[in-house]
Protein backbone atom coordinates (compact mmCIF):
# COMPACT_ATOMS: atom_id res chain seq x y z
CA UNK A 1 0.00 0.00 0.00
CA UNK A 2 2.99 2.50 0.60
CA UNK A 3 4.07 2.42 -3.16
CA UNK A 4 0.39 3.92 -4.14
CA UNK A 5 -0.70 7.50 -4.32
CA UNK A 6 -4.28 7.00 -3.59
CA UNK A 7 -6.36 4.03 -2.39
CA UNK A 8 -9.25 3.12 -2.81
CA UNK A 9 -11.86 3.22 0.20
CA UNK A 10 -12.90 -0.68 0.42
CA UNK A 11 -8.81 -1.37 0.09
CA UNK A 12 -8.04 1.57 2.77
CA UNK A 13 -10.89 -0.11 5.35
CA UNK A 14 -9.29 -3.79 5.31
CA UNK A 15 -5.76 -2.71 4.74
CA UNK A 16 -4.77 -4.60 1.27
CA UNK A 17 -4.68 -3.66 -2.29
CA UNK A 18 -4.44 -6.11 -5.09
CA UNK A 19 -4.99 -4.28 -8.27
CA UNK A 20 -2.85 -1.53 -9.10
CA UNK A 21 -3.88 1.20 -12.02
CA UNK A 22 -1.15 3.07 -13.22
CA UNK A 23 -2.21 7.18 -14.12
CA UNK A 24 -0.75 10.41 -15.49
CA UNK A 25 -1.06 11.39 -11.73
CA UNK A 26 0.20 8.32 -9.68
CA UNK A 27 -0.63 4.53 -8.85
CA UNK A 28 -4.31 3.44 -7.76
CA UNK A 29 -4.73 0.99 -5.48
CA UNK A 30 -8.22 -0.86 -4.99
CA UNK A 31 -8.72 -4.41 -3.48
CA UNK A 32 -11.80 -6.16 -5.63
CA UNK A 33 -12.35 -9.22 -3.21
CA UNK A 34 -15.52 -7.72 -1.80
CA UNK A 35 -17.04 -6.25 -5.04
CA UNK A 36 -16.10 -9.96 -6.66
CA UNK A 37 -17.63 -11.84 -3.82
CA UNK A 38 -20.81 -9.60 -3.93
CA UNK A 39 -20.92 -9.47 -7.48
CA UNK A 40 -20.88 -13.25 -7.87
CA UNK A 41 -23.93 -13.15 -5.13
CA UNK A 42 -26.22 -11.06 -6.64
CA UNK A 43 -25.38 -13.31 -10.25
CA UNK A 44 -26.22 -16.21 -8.22
CA UNK A 45 -29.94 -14.36 -7.00
CA UNK A 46 -28.60 -14.38 -3.51
CA UNK A 47 -29.49 -10.72 -1.99
CA UNK A 48 -26.29 -9.77 0.13
CA UNK A 49 -28.13 -7.85 2.72
CA UNK A 50 -30.24 -10.77 3.29
CA UNK A 51 -29.64 -11.80 7.26
CA UNK A 52 -26.71 -12.54 9.53
CA UNK A 53 -23.57 -13.97 7.53
CA UNK A 54 -21.29 -16.48 9.30
CA UNK A 55 -17.49 -16.62 7.91
CA UNK A 56 -15.38 -19.56 8.44
CA UNK A 57 -11.88 -18.46 8.26
CA UNK A 58 -10.01 -15.06 9.61
CA UNK A 59 -7.54 -14.62 6.83
CA UNK A 60 -7.19 -11.62 4.11
CA UNK A 61 -10.13 -13.10 2.18
CA UNK A 62 -12.54 -13.29 4.90
CA UNK A 63 -11.61 -9.57 5.79
CA UNK A 64 -12.71 -8.07 2.22
CA UNK A 65 -15.68 -10.38 2.02
CA UNK A 66 -16.90 -9.31 5.49
CA UNK A 67 -16.51 -5.44 4.85
CA UNK A 68 -18.09 -6.05 1.66
CA UNK A 69 -21.17 -7.68 3.36
CA UNK A 70 -21.46 -4.86 6.38
CA UNK A 71 -21.47 -2.16 3.60
CA UNK A 72 -24.25 -3.98 2.77
CA UNK A 73 -26.00 -3.83 5.96
CA UNK A 74 -25.21 -7.55 6.40
CA UNK A 75 -24.16 -8.46 10.18
CA UNK A 76 -20.81 -10.11 10.49
CA UNK A 77 -19.70 -13.36 12.34
CA UNK A 78 -16.34 -14.65 12.10
CA UNK A 79 -15.87 -18.77 13.12
CA UNK A 80 -11.99 -19.85 12.80
CA UNK A 81 -10.08 -23.02 14.05
CA UNK A 82 -7.63 -20.39 15.76
CA UNK A 83 -9.90 -18.38 17.45
CA UNK A 84 -7.84 -15.23 18.45
CA UNK A 85 -7.71 -14.53 14.84
CA UNK A 86 -11.43 -14.21 14.45
CA UNK A 87 -11.39 -12.20 17.60
CA UNK A 88 -9.04 -9.82 16.19
CA UNK A 89 -11.06 -9.13 13.04
CA UNK A 90 -13.78 -9.23 14.74
CA UNK A 91 -12.08 -5.83 16.31
CA UNK A 92 -11.02 -4.46 13.41
CA UNK A 93 -14.26 -4.78 11.75
CA UNK A 94 -16.82 -3.81 14.26
CA UNK A 95 -19.78 -4.78 14.92
CA UNK A 96 -18.56 -8.11 14.02
CA UNK A 97 -19.14 -11.15 16.15
CA UNK A 98 -17.18 -15.06 16.75
CA UNK A 99 -18.34 -17.84 17.06
CA UNK A 100 -16.46 -20.77 18.41
CA UNK A 101 -15.42 -22.95 16.08
CA UNK A 102 -16.60 -25.96 17.55
CA UNK A 103 -20.18 -24.47 17.14
CA UNK A 104 -20.07 -23.80 13.06
CA UNK A 105 -22.65 -26.73 12.36
CA UNK A 106 -24.97 -26.13 15.68
CA UNK A 107 -25.61 -22.58 14.78
CA UNK A 108 -26.35 -22.66 10.89
CA UNK A 109 -30.26 -22.12 12.03
CA UNK A 110 -29.45 -18.33 12.73
CA UNK A 111 -27.50 -17.53 9.45
CA UNK A 112 -28.45 -16.56 6.12
CA UNK A 113 -25.24 -17.10 4.14
CA UNK A 114 -22.75 -19.50 4.93
CA UNK A 115 -19.48 -18.49 3.28
CA UNK A 116 -15.72 -20.51 3.61
CA UNK A 117 -13.03 -18.51 3.05
CA UNK A 118 -10.39 -21.07 4.19
CA UNK A 119 -8.51 -23.44 2.42
CA UNK A 120 -10.50 -26.67 3.73
CA UNK A 121 -11.87 -28.29 0.73
CA UNK A 122 -9.93 -27.38 -1.79
CA UNK A 123 -7.40 -29.58 -3.65
CA UNK A 124 -4.83 -31.39 -1.31
CA UNK A 125 -5.95 -29.75 1.24
CA UNK A 126 -7.59 -31.09 5.00
CA UNK A 127 -11.64 -31.85 3.73
CA UNK A 128 -14.35 -28.53 5.55
CA UNK A 129 -16.15 -30.51 8.12
CA UNK A 130 -19.42 -29.17 8.72
CA UNK A 131 -22.85 -30.24 9.31
CA UNK A 132 -25.63 -28.43 7.23
CA UNK A 133 -28.23 -30.67 8.93
CA UNK A 134 -29.68 -28.06 11.44
CA UNK A 135 -29.78 -24.83 8.57
CA UNK A 136 -32.00 -22.53 8.07
CA UNK A 137 -33.95 -23.87 5.01
CA UNK A 138 -33.31 -20.60 3.76
CA UNK A 139 -29.47 -20.49 3.75
CA UNK A 140 -27.44 -19.71 0.69
CA UNK A 141 -23.49 -21.43 0.75
CA UNK A 142 -20.76 -19.59 -0.84
CA UNK A 143 -17.28 -21.10 -1.07
CA UNK A 144 -14.68 -19.06 -2.72
CA UNK A 145 -12.40 -22.24 -3.11
CA UNK A 146 -12.29 -23.02 -6.61
CA UNK A 147 -10.21 -26.23 -6.96
CA UNK A 148 -11.82 -28.29 -7.14
CA UNK A 149 -14.88 -26.08 -8.66
CA UNK A 150 -17.80 -27.99 -6.88
CA UNK A 151 -16.51 -28.56 -3.22
CA UNK A 152 -17.46 -31.17 -1.02
CA UNK A 153 -19.31 -28.07 1.07
CA UNK A 154 -21.03 -27.25 -2.41
CA UNK A 155 -22.29 -30.68 -2.93
CA UNK A 156 -23.85 -30.94 0.63
CA UNK A 157 -25.63 -27.90 -0.06
CA UNK A 158 -27.41 -28.93 -2.85
CA UNK A 159 -28.28 -32.28 -1.03
CA UNK A 160 -30.01 -29.80 1.43
CA UNK A 161 -31.60 -28.39 -1.49
CA UNK A 162 -30.38 -24.99 -0.48
CA UNK A 163 -28.70 -22.22 -2.53
CA UNK A 164 -24.88 -22.97 -3.43
CA UNK A 165 -22.68 -19.90 -4.60
CA UNK A 166 -19.10 -21.54 -6.05
CA UNK A 167 -15.82 -19.79 -5.75
CA UNK A 168 -14.62 -19.10 -9.77
CA UNK A 169 -17.72 -16.43 -10.24
CA UNK A 170 -15.80 -14.75 -7.41
CA UNK A 171 -12.64 -14.97 -9.37
CA UNK A 172 -14.00 -13.54 -12.18
CA UNK A 173 -15.91 -10.95 -10.93
CA UNK A 174 -13.07 -9.46 -9.13
CA UNK A 175 -11.30 -9.39 -12.15
CA UNK A 176 -13.76 -7.06 -13.88
CA UNK A 177 -12.62 -3.82 -12.28
CA UNK A 178 -8.69 -4.39 -13.21
CA UNK A 179 -9.34 -5.32 -16.99
CA UNK A 180 -11.75 -2.50 -17.36
CA UNK A 181 -9.26 0.40 -16.07
CA UNK A 182 -6.33 -1.46 -17.66
CA UNK A 183 -7.56 -2.22 -20.95
CA UNK A 184 -10.56 -0.20 -21.23
CA UNK A 185 -13.28 -2.63 -22.26
CA UNK A 186 -15.23 -3.94 -18.99
CA UNK A 187 -15.86 -8.09 -19.67
CA UNK A 188 -19.04 -9.66 -18.92
CA UNK A 189 -19.00 -12.51 -16.92
CA UNK A 190 -21.18 -15.15 -18.73
CA UNK A 191 -21.53 -18.41 -19.19
CA UNK A 192 -19.37 -18.71 -21.69
CA UNK A 193 -16.50 -16.99 -20.19
CA UNK A 194 -17.08 -19.94 -17.01
CA UNK A 195 -16.65 -22.44 -19.84
CA UNK A 196 -13.70 -21.06 -20.77
CA UNK A 197 -12.06 -20.52 -17.94
CA UNK A 198 -13.05 -23.19 -16.20
CA UNK A 199 -12.09 -25.94 -19.33
CA UNK A 200 -15.52 -27.59 -19.12
Not at 7 to 25: H, K, S
Not at 33 to 42: E, H, K, S
Not at 182 to 199: C, K, N, Q
Amino acid sequence: MELCDRIDPAAARIGAVNTLVFTETGIEGSNTDGYGFIANLRAHGVNPAAGPVLILGAGGAARAIAAALQDEGAPVTFCNRTERNAIALAAALPPANVLPWEYRSAALGDYALLVNTTSLGMVHHQPLEISLAASNPHLAVADIVYAPLETELLQTARAHNLLAVEGLGMLLHQAVPGFTAWFGVAPTVDAELYRIVSGA
